[in-house]
């Protein structure tokens, strides 16, 4: 009889712990999607800001259209971007294309004078801070989940229950290049 009884309470302990892994887990994981759900709202405000931005510099550099293509081509592939990666991916592509556009504001100095481009500027400017925040967050919480999911034994519990690892946002390989300052 007392070795049912250890048996019974060694199961317990053990359901207990798988138990408290499973929903270890899933708060991780809930973590992750809030915080890939965060990056994206920062990265549709800045969808929604660049037509107002192309548009203002239209304004002023009519025949720079190529440029001002690019930007709103870039734009809708973010837009249609699924995934992380891909997401990350077409997101870098849109922020070469911006670049392109304020360099277009040193040559007409009407629109780098511009209040109305001087505001864009600044808000994309803090949406973008706001979306290099979120994606540390994110990056934090993917490894955490990761490092749970990969780690014995808590890997025991996530492959039974099919928890996937999740990707990390990177750098583009041109933000890690290095940079030449010559004065």
Known sequence: ??????????VVILAL???????????LRN???????????????????????????????????ATLERVIEARNAAVAAKGVRDKAKADDVLTDALRGVFAL??????LKASQGFADLQRQLQTIE????????YYNAVARELNDRIM????????SAFHFDKRDYIEA???????VEVRF
């Open 1 to 10: 009889m007392m070795a049912l009884i250890v048996l019974i309470a060694i």
């Open 17 to 27: 712990w798988a138990v408290g892994i499973y929903n270890s887990l899933v708060r």
């Open 31 to 65: 973590k992750a999607d809030e915080a890939e759900a965060g990056i994206d709202a920062h990265l549709q405000q800045r969808y929604d800001l660049v037509p107002n931005l192309v548009e203002t510099v239209k304004g002023y550099a009519k025949h720079e259209s």
């Open 105 to 110: 504001a040193e040559s007409y100095p009407d």
């Open 129 to 136: 801070d706001d979306i290099l925040s979120s994606r540390k």
């Open 151 to 158: 780690t014995f034994p808590s890997s025991l519990v996530a």
């Open 172 to 178: 583009d390989e041109g933000a890690r290049e290095r």
